[in-house]
């Protein structure tokens, strides 16, 4: 589908639709789709004039919008063109004739040998082309800027993220939610974005640059400012500061990189791997893959997985249990175990108090076992300030983790176990995962460092996450059979040891 976004362009949509390669009917099942979107002009009758008068065998529609959708709104409805009826590529192209069709058959070569998910018509590959094309000095060095910008953020390396001239696969347009995106001119950024997030191919391609006296409809300054603002969003969002569903678009396996083990900083798990040390009998709730008990089992632990799914690979566990840990009984026998992990689970649960109720009763021939947990705590100071400019937003990971059911604070993580009949013996604040978000280099040491003195003064405030030690205290019925024990001994005047 070759698409053609229209707007007051009566005097160059023939010309546009007359300059369409007539050979790509050969080798394509073309169709090509204008719509005008509530222009003020005769643009809708010049396409279709123009459109009869075309000789081509393949079909031309003209699609005239009621209510202007914007520019983004008219590539939404484009595109959806395209998906319902079951086109392979949709190339877009401007009415007012600044991208050249004639480059159509060379943009389409790294689609259809599957090179590519995506196409862009770059202005800035061939040096001096865009300013021998008549690119306006400003819209030169703001493109260069703003390109700089969002390739430094986003881990990108495109030559251009502001050309209108794109083809791309349907199928690749099915996998992103590009009808939530805005529907005026930052639409090309956000559908950027969205590929990036998804993991899928953006090649470029040189094209010429041309301006002549078509009016321009963009309001330089804001266009930058929302192009920004919304690549600031996107990267908050991947550190779990932010959440918009558009930029949901990270694939399940990607985001499996955030259970990896974090044994080279202080994270809840180098903590627990110090804590249990060697040889211990070890119960892991919510292992996961498992990839930090294979540290575990390094160490000569005897470890036992229990998770909601089997992992791929159960090699570092002794005995694994598909359970789900909302269930009111256990599956294991918790009377001859020296720690219990609960790394980043507790707030998952729909009812952490029946769980933890359910460890403790697990324990009762078992006082001296410990347990190690840990927790986001809800009272960070990124959240807290997000509060007070009116922000509560959940995301894909961090403290506000779609998936999390239930918040914590240090008071309230501490208040749950002491409740249920648990000793706390130890509370640590961790600092927040900076290798994950930004690499493992000299930035992230400083910023854990940073964050690790802050926590010394003030650790509810500063903490991103709470680890605690706590062992089970000795149960009523426990302390009576204690009692009745060492009681019946002295009665016979036996050494009550």
Wanted: aromatic share 10%.
């Amino acid at each position: 589908l070759i698409f053609i976004v229209a707007y007051n362009a009566e005097k160059t949509i023939a010309d546009v639709l007359n300059r369409i390669p007539g050979s790509l009917a050969d080798t394509f099942e073309l169709e090509i789709l204008i719509i005008d979107d509530a222009s003020q002009d005769q643009t809708f009758d010049r396409g279709r004039a123009a459109s009869r008068e075309t000789t081509g065998s393949y079909q031309i529609r003209v699609l005239f919008n009621p209510v202007n959708q914007g520019y983004g709104g008219n590539q939404k409805i484009g595109f959806h063109y395209a998906i319902k009826n079951g086109f392979d590529f949709v190339a877009l192209i401007h009415g007012d004739g600044q991208y050249a069709p004639e480059s159509l058959p060379e943009l389409l070569v790294p689609l259809s040998t599957g090179d590519a998910d995506a196409v862009f018509g770059s202005r800035m590959i061939s040096p001096g082309s865009a300013r021998a094309g008549g690119m306006p000095l400003y819209k030169f060095i703001g493109n260069k800027i703003l390109t700089a910008f969002q390739n430094t953020l986003l881990a990108s390396n495109l030559s251009e993220f502001h050309s209108g001239y794109r083809i791309y696969s349907v199928p690749a347009l099915e996998r992103i939610p590009f009808h939530l995106n805005t529907n005026v001119f930052h639409f090309d950024t956000e559908i950027i974005i969205q590929f990036l997030l998804a993991g899928l191919r953006i090649k470029e391609l040189p094209i010429p640059t041309y301006y002549g006296d078509e009016i321009c409809h963009v309001d330089g300054l804001k266009y930058a400012w929302d192009v920004t603002a919304t690549t600031l969003k996107a990267k908050s969002q991947s550190f779990g500061l932010f959440y918009d569903r558009k930029f949901d678009c990270v694939p399940a396996s990607a985001n499996m990189a955030r259970y990896a083990p974090k044994l080279d900083f202080r994270s809840p798990q180098s903590e627990a791997l110090k804590r249990v040390g060697r040889g211990k009998r070890v119960v892991d709730f919510g292992c996961g893959e498992g990839t930090f008990d294979a540290a575990l089992c390094a160490n000569g632990c005897h470890v036992t997985g229990v998770d909601l799914q089997r992992p791929s690979d159960t090699d570092s566990f002794d005995l694994f249990f598909v359970h789900d840990l909302d269930h009111p009984t256990l599956p294991i026998d918790l009377s001859d175990q020296d720690y219990l992990l609960m790394l980043d689970i507790i707030e998952h649960l729909k009812s952490p108090e029946a769980f933890v109720d359910s460890l403790r009763q697990g324990l009762i021939r078992n006082p001296s076992a410990k347990l190690l947990v840990s927790t986001g705590n809800v009272g960070f100071i990124l959240t807290r300030l997000g509060l007070t400019f009116g922000m509560f937003n959940y995301g894909t990971r961090g403290i506000l983790d779609l998936t999390h059911t239930r918040l914590f604070t240090f008071a309230t993580i501490r208040r749950l176990f002491e409740q249920s009949g648990f000793t706390v013996l130890e509370v640590k604040g961790i600092p927040a995962p900076f290798p994950l978000a930004i690499g493992r280099g000299w930035l992230s040491k400083f910023l854990l460092k940073l964050n690790e003195l802050a926590i010394r003064v003030r650790p509810s405030l500063f903490s991103y996450q709470v680890l605690m030690v706590v062992e089970p205290k000795p149960t009523l019925e426990y302390l009576l059979q204690t009692a009745e024990t060492v009681s019946d001994k002295r009665a016979r005047g036996d050494d009550p040891n």
